[in-house]
């Protein structure tokens, strides 16, 4: 009995040590390779480069640039397109574009702005940067999707099935953002991003202005619906310098040669041949006037000496125009809001008399200098720019024509400078004018779905597959928007 | 315990006293077996009808004091208990239990058990069935075999990967029965199936095992058979003995084959049609849509350029034939083994060398095991057995839907017109030392540049090793200690030399990966069958020690300066990624058996399993199981039931559990260098991206801290039944079972921020029938006929997913194409189908001509209705002859080698007469109305719809097949040859493997490849996968 006794003492002992070391030997399911706090820079170089690389991706620039018309994939003459019907969006490109948006980069930026404001001392600055490029974030994907999440958005533990606001409001809610983001700017803290600044480097003052540039940009989407959003407009324009007000503060990422950083679309083909073509809706527009700019975006095939677009999915040949290697150089830049965009934006609005009086002659000079600000950064040759833009058989001057024929002209420089972005090419076609008197006409590619045009990315299949609050019916391709006249 | 002393005191007292009043004997002997001849320790000798007994020490002796005209039971595991009057001397033969009444098997924890005994199924195979047309992947041994076991051999490549499916998936993450090999539990780590964009198969580890080790492998399939492994045995367990020195002489066996291979399926192509654009030809096109071969000139391969010789275009219809080449292995096997009465050893040295069917390709695989015990003392005794085994394997092409590297996308995809010596004598451009590429543009890598120059390798290194001590401080008391470990290092190098296209600055790849598990278990048996009458207990108590430790240190390199130099020094930017996993798990078990009167038996189990990986809440989880069986016809004995040899029925229920991956519960920031690219990389590398030197992103899958293990409950019944002295045996298994609490990454709304969230969600069923019928038509002197059936059918079904939720996709392919779990749904293939009119017409567009398709449609079950094996074994004195057959029944199969043949105008079917348009049979929906279609299309237009991967019903098709898996041929020399010889055996062969694809329903490719790889729940899709072979060997075997 003694001996069992012992036995059973030490047992119970062993039981009593091995529960307490138990519990240590088991507490070891902290991942040793991960934070749980960062520096909030950390974050927004991640969102900022994520959302880039997307943007000029596959998904992206390829999939909008063909349904928008801006390039060609040359049907089956193309090793990497081949035909199809364009309308049938591939489900990935609709479901990653907007996994970017949301989570990729959205996300990554509400963290940043989460943890910069919970610091102490708040760090103003750095949530002031991530809301701004948030809010292009969510301009983007309102435009591109309609109505989307955003008061609800980014909460999963308060809202797990987010509800879609109507884009009316996630546009108002953005200039909201913006404002916010005006107000929270102290250029006299020195808490901000900074070297992880890809863009201004830590200058809060260039950040204002953006945050301006990007305010104008979406009263001029939202105007045509709500034309109460002219006087915010004409408030802007009393101030154009508190806006982006020089090509040198052209908002955009810079790429490299470097392995690995070079622009994604370079990445793409690896300047090999894209297979790629040019849009015949671009070249009808181009061509007649030879603009100085179509070397820059399409390359000649051997023996061509005249650009030849091809028609949405219809078949190129061996003449058929290249998308130039220019554009998909390794150390081209992305654009996310430019100069000469914003001063043709300035020009419509004077065209249009939009929160201003009708100014022409103020149109015509905004108009011509965002043309050569648009074809300089382009690189196009300085003399044929200089030479294109004072020639008013090939650029109009504004205040001989119409007014109807003036604004469709800014329309036109508008698109055909958007060539290179597709996504805002799209935007831009669509607030052209209504239903049917966009610009340019565009006709349905060959072998697209019979019916109207294409008018946006229907909802992620991501979505659909996972949110209940998705709205019924959801939207088709070609539903309009609520911009969308 | 105070009852069992009584009892011995009881007996002792009695003893003595018979000794004073009773005529009493003392009876010794030498009990030994009558296969070897050696004496064997632990029989059980017993007085009949008494509880009293001795048994035998390590040299088969016993004494035991005996009353007069007693009789005297022997009786020992695995042989067949006999009884003799009790003389002075009695030594005694047991011969072995030849039917499965007395049959032993290794159940859970490597506790050997009567067959009888154990209330659920399970199934051994022994090394003859194992070594019979051996695989060098030991799992591919077992396809066919055993019911309710499911052996996919993922793709053609050498050494490459083996999925293994127990009774159905039971999990939406994955599927990975556990092995356990001489009680250490070993890592089955595959590649996983890799990316829609570069997919190598690296192989599983399980691979490694050199057959000709292996003693016994015994699958546990149901949750009662694995209880006692705890959370880790949900999927089923696979338990394997390695071979042991036999006692008595020095023995050497050695097993040679060699073996010759070639692919079981190539697609069939057109050989009418060049390269080109609706008839034109185009040599920047590398397809089959140009004009018809007619020997006119054109700038072909390699003179592309305008003004460059012209030749004339000419079919070559082997040009993709030619280019595998017949592979050659030689797998041997030399091993030497021995024992005496203390101690036993073997020794076994494996290789395999093998070169595979595409160039360059090669495996060099070599195995040291030992296996090794010791008695020190009657209560005292040890083993070790270990292994060694090293690979080193070259040229694992890249498998991918769409990468420019995949040598089958390559060779598939050439034009027709390409002639594969050209190809092979012009890999690389001999005065600018540019590779020629298969079109202009640099388009198009030479499937030998890429077999030259990019091949992917690994190397492994590999060590398991287990030792057990095992004391009885009395016969009924055993306390066994099992530690082991399983440690490997693996190096992957992928490499693309610089001017590959898609990749033309060059860039490699290399892993470093090291995994180590470490396990203990603590057992204590103790063994009463004397304490009740006609009652034997048996108790055991145990408890298990188990940590898993991965780490990873991936680099990635680009843009090399030198050429061919693979140093990081020579790359303009390298990224390292490092990966790390360490998970922990204790538990605490225990078993209780009963048997009562050797036919009824019962079990009961319990284990508790904490883990480090789940929340400290919930850590802990506990899971029982019960199983019972009746031996009815040791009932039935000599009551008139001579035609039933044996009748059992079993029956058992249990709950088990699993955990999850380690660190899924905290809000982690991860650093990462790379981002999404699409058409580039899933994870393209960005950073350091100018000033952003590191990023950190937010978890995409938010993490629950509040997650519960899994939960399975199932049961499950059967019976085994023979009859005619063992001709028929059937088997007959039903089983059910319900899996709770699935922890999965569960789709949330990505506009939450995240895509996934893990949750406790959904239920999986499974259930079916397993039935194996033997047979033995003829059986005479020398000549005896086995057949040997097997068939399984399981349900599974989806029962339940998150409320509101009625689909959940565990895997994805490209363009659309999904596996996906549906409630009331087995997993099944999801993606584009074309559509049908009410009468199951497809609908046709007007315009186009082109079948409408919708998206997001189920296009059928992953799994199959059933499957099946056939065995059919003929002997004759010294031949015999064995043939298996492999059935299944039933399912999908999407195949993305189709689709690309197809679109490309390269198959057969895309040839033909194509000035004949082609109106493809369906209808028009013209204002509510069908009519039908009408519309002429080319064949141009036609098959590149139809093979396009957005209408992925086009290149689905029924998984189904038969197969001729293996036919053996052997002959055993007659052993008088060698009479006065050292030789005691020689047996030569004829074997062969995957002979005969009999029956599919799928075109150009064998329906079993698989993408997504063995690690993957995926499954019934490939893309370009590498073919599967037919191996034709030849054997020889010899015992010294």
């Not at chain 2, 698989?1010 to 893309?1023: I, P």
Request: hydrophobic content about 35%; charged content about 15%.
């Amino acid at each position: 009995m003694k001996f069992k006794n012992k036995i059973l003492a030490s047992m119970l002992l062993l039981v009593a040590v091995s529960g307490v070391s138990c519990k240590k030997y088991l507490d070891i399911n902290t991942n040793p390779l991960t934070a749980t706090k960062v520096d909030p820079k950390l974050l927004f170089g991640y969102a900022v480069t994520a959302w880039d690389v997307s943007k000029n991706s596959g998904d992206s620039y390829i999939s909008i640039g063909f349904i928008g018309q801006s390039l060609s994939s040359g049907g089956d003459f193309s090793q990497n397109w081949g035909a199809s019907n364009l309308y049938n969006v591939s489900p990935l490109s609709i479901g990653n574009t907007w996994k970017v948006y949301f989570s990729n980069g959205g996300n990554n930026l509400q963290q940043a702005i989460s943890i910069a404001q919970a610091a102490s001392p708040v760090n103003n600055n750095t949530a002031a940067q991530c809301k701004i490029v948030l809010a292009q974030l969510m301009y983007e994907a309102t435009t591109l999707y309609g109505d989307i999440p955003y008061s609800q958005a980014f909460q999963p533990d308060k809202y797990p099935y987010p509800k879609y606001d109507a884009q009316k409001d996630v546009l108002e809610s953005l200039l909201k953002l913006l404002d916010e983001a005006i107000a929270q700017i102290d250029p006299t803290s020195v808490l901000k991003i900074s070297d992880y600044d890809i863009y201004y480097g830590g200058d809060m003052s260039k950040w204002k202005k953006l945050a301006n540039s990007i305010k104008f940009k979406i009263l001029m989407v939202m105007v045509d619906k709500d034309p109460t959003k002219a006087a915010a407009i004409g408030t802007l324009l009393s101030t154009p310098d508190a806006m982006i007000s020089s090509s040198a503060e052209t908002w955009l990422t810079k790429y490299t040669t470097g392995t690995n950083n070079q622009n994604p679309k370079y990445r793409l083909f690896l300047g090999q041949n894209p297979f790629t073509y040019a849009s015949k809706v671009i070249t009808d527009l181009m061509v007649p006037t030879n603009d100085p700019r179509l070397p820059q975006y399409f390359d000649l095939p051997a023996g061509q000496t005249t650009y030849i677009g091809v028609p949405a999915n219809v078949d190129a040949d061996e003449k058929t125009a290249i998308l130039g290697s220019y554009l998909l150089r390794p150390d081209a830049p992305s654009v996310i809001l430019s100069y000469q965009e914003l001063e043709l934006l300035q020009a419509e609005a004077y065209a249009r008399g939009l929160g201003v009086g009708v100014n022409m002659t103020k149109a015509e000079a905004l108009f011509k200098q965002g043309v050569t600000d648009a074809m300089t950064f382009y690189q196009a040759n300085p003399a044929a720019v200089t030479a294109y833009v004072n020639d008013p058989t090939k650029l109009p001057n504004l205040t001989s024509l119409s007014a109807t024929d003036a604004i469709k002209q800014i329309h036109i420089q508008q698109w055909v400078d958007l060539m290179d972005r597709p996504l805002e090419a799209f935007v831009q076609w669509k607030r052209s004018g209504p239903d049917g008197s966009e610009v340019p006409a565009l006709t349905l590619p060959k072998d697209a779905t019979p019916g109207p045009l294409i008018r946006r990315y229907t909802l992620s299949p991501d979505e659909t597959s996972a949110n209940p609050n998705i709205p019924k019916p959801q939207p088709t391709y070609y539903d309009k928007m609520w911009f969308d006249l | 315990m105070k009852h069992k002393l009584l009892k011995i005191f009881m007996v002792c007292f009695f003893c003595t006293a018979s000794m004073a009043f009773a005529q009493n004997r003392t009876v010794t002997g030498t009990v030994t077996a009558k296969d070897d001849g050696l004496p064997i320790p632990g029989v059980t000798v017993k007085i009949k009808g008494t509880t009293t007994g001795a048994q035998t020490n390590a040299t088969g002796k016993y004494t035991l004091s005996v009353p007069t005209g007693s009789t005297l039971v022997f009786s020992f595991i695995g042989y067949v208990s006999i009884e003799k009057p009790a003389a002075d001397v009695v030594n005694v033969v047991l011969v072995p239990a030849s039917n499965q009444l007395n049959e032993v098997v290794v159940t859970a924890l490597n506790i050997s058990r009567e067959a009888k005994t154990i209330g659920y199924s399970s199934s051994t195979l022994k090394s003859e069935d194992l070594t019979k047309a051996r695989d060098a992947n030991v799992l591919n041994s077992m396809a066919g075999k055993v019911a309710g076991v499911r052996i996919n051999s993922q793709s053609g490549t050498l050494g490459g990967s083996t999925k293994i499916v127990i009774r159905g998936v039971n999990s939406f993450n994955g599927n990975s029965p556990l092995f356990v090999i001489d009680g250490l539990t070993v890592s089955d780590n595959t590649s996983s199936g890799g990316t829609v964009a570069n997919n190598v198969d690296f192989g599983n580890r399980m691979g490694d095992l050199s057959s000709d080790d292996i003693e016994s492998m015994t699958v546990l399939k149901g949750a009662a058979a694995t209880a006692l492994y705890g959370s880790r045995a949900l999927d089923g367990a696979v338990i394997i003995t390695t071979k042991k020195g036999k006692k008595g002489t020095f023995s050497v066996d050695i097993n040679s084959s060699v073996r010759f291979d070639n692919p079981l399926v190539l697609p069939k192509f057109q050989n009418e049609y060049a390269q080109g654009n609706q008839g034109v030809y185009a040599n920047t096109q590398l397809n089959g849509w140009g004009p018809k071969i007619t020997g006119q000139s054109v700038n072909q391969f390699p003179n592309f350029t305008a003004g460059s010789p012209q030749t004339p275009l000419v079919a070559y219809p082997d040009n993709v034939k030619d280019f595998f080449q017949t592979g050659v292995s030689a797998i041997n096997n030399i091993s030497f083994g021995g024992g005496d009465e203390k101690s036993d050893y073997r020794v076994s040295f494996s290789s395999a060398n093998e070169k595979g069917i595409i160039p360059e390709s090669s495996l060099d695989r070599y195995t040291l095991a030992v296996n090794t015990g010791r008695n020190f003392s009657d209560k005292l005794s040890s083993r070790f057995s270990g292994s060694y085994t090293n690979i080193v394997s070259d040229g694992r092409p890249a498998q991918s839907a769409n990468n420019q590297n995949a040598i089958i996308n390559s060779v598939y995809g050439l034009p027709r017109t390409v002639d594969i010596n050209a190809l092979k004598n012009n890999v690389v451009d001999p005065v600018t030392g540019v590779q020629q590429f298969l079109a202009p543009g640099r388009l198009g890598n030479n499937p030998y540049w890429i077999m030259d120059y990019n091949r992917n390798s690994n190397s492994v290194d590999r060590f398991t090793g287990t030792y057990n001590l095992t004391y009885k401080p009395v016969t009924w008391v055993t306390l066994s200690n099992t530690f082991g470990a399983d440690i490997y290092t693996e190096k992957r190098s992928l490499i693309l030399r610089k001017g590959t296209a898609g990749y033309l600055p060059g860039q490699f790849t290399k892993y470093d990966l090291l995994s180590k598990q470490v396990n203990d278990d603590f057992l204590a048996t103790f063994e009463q069958n004397n304490l009740v009458k006609d009652f034997k207990f048996k108790l055991l108590v145990g408890g298990n020690i188990n940590q898993r430790f991965n780490q990873t240190n991936q680099v990635d390199a680009f843009n090399l300066t030198i050429d061919q130099l693979y140093t990081y020094s020579n790359a303009a930017s390298s990224t390292a990624t490092l990966g790390y996993q360490k998970r922990r798990l204790l538990g605490l078990y225990g078993d209780l058996s009963i048997g009562y009167k050797d036919y009824l038996f019962l079990d009961v189990t319990g284990r508790n399993d904490w883990t480090s990986t789940l929340p400290v809440d919930s850590r802990s989880y506990f899971y029982p199981s019960v199983s019972g069986s009746f031996v009815f016809s040791e009932v039935l004995k000599d009551k008139g039931f001579d035609w039933l040899s044996f009748g059992k029925l079993r029956a058992s229920w249990a709950s088990v559990g699993s955990d999850l991956g380690p660190y899924q519960l905290d809000y982690q920031y991860s650093p990462t260098s790379t981002v999404f690219l699409q058409y580039v990389d899933a994870n393209a590398i960005v950073f350091p991206a100018g000033p952003i030197a590191t990023a950190f992103a937010a978890p995409r899958t938010l993490p629950n801290s509040t997650l519960k293990p899994q939960k399975e409950n199932s049961y499950e019944f059967g019976t085994e039944l023979k009859f005619l002295n063992n001709r028929i045996g059937l088997d007959f298994t039903y089983y059910h079972s319900n899996i709770k609490n699935q922890l999965i990454s569960i789709t949330v709304p990505p506009s939450t921020g995240y895509f996934a969230k893990v949750v406790n969600a959904g239920v999986i069923q499974n259930s079916g029938i397993e039935a194996t019928l033997n047979l033995v038509p003829v059986k005479l002197k020398d000549f005896e006929w086995n057949i040997n059936v097997n068939f399984a059918k399981n349900n599974q079904k989806v029962k339940e997913l998150l409320p509101g939720l009625n689909l959940y996709s565990v895997a994805s392919g490209y363009s659309g194409l999904l596996i996906q779990a549906e409630v009331g749904q087995s997993l099944g293939l999801y993606g584009g189908q074309f559509s049908r009119s009410p009468d199951g017409q497809y609908i046709i567009d007007p315009t186009s001509g082109l079948r409408v398709v919708t998206q997001g449609k189920r296009l059928g079950s992953i799994y199959a209705d059933w499957t099946g094996g056939l065995n059919n074994t003929f002997r004759y004195k010294g031949f015999s002859l064995s043939s298996l057959i492999d059935i299944r029944k039933g399912g999908v199969f999407f195949s993305g080698t189709v689709s690309g043949l197809r679109t490309s105008g390269l198959a057969a079917e895309t040839g033909g007469d194509r000035s004949q348009l082609i109106v493809d049979k369906g209808v028009n929906l013209v204002n509510g109305a069908y009519v039908p279609n009408t519309k002429a299309i080319n064949a141009q237009n036609y098959w590149s719809w139809i093979g396009s991967t957005t209408n992925t019903e086009g290149s689905v098709f029924d998984a189904g097949f038969i197969k001729l898996r293996e036919v053996q041929f052997a002959y055993q020399l007659p052993s008088k040859l060698f009479k006065a010889s050292f030789v005691k055996g020689i047996q030569i062969g004829v074997e062969g493997r995957n002979l005969w694809l009999i029956k599919s329903h799928v075109p150009h490719v064998d329906p079993e490849l698989n993408f997504f790889g063995s690690g993957s729940v995926g499954e019934g899709v490939e893309f370009n996968s590498i073919p599967s072979t037919r191996t034709i060997g030849m054997n020889l075997r010899v015992s010294l």
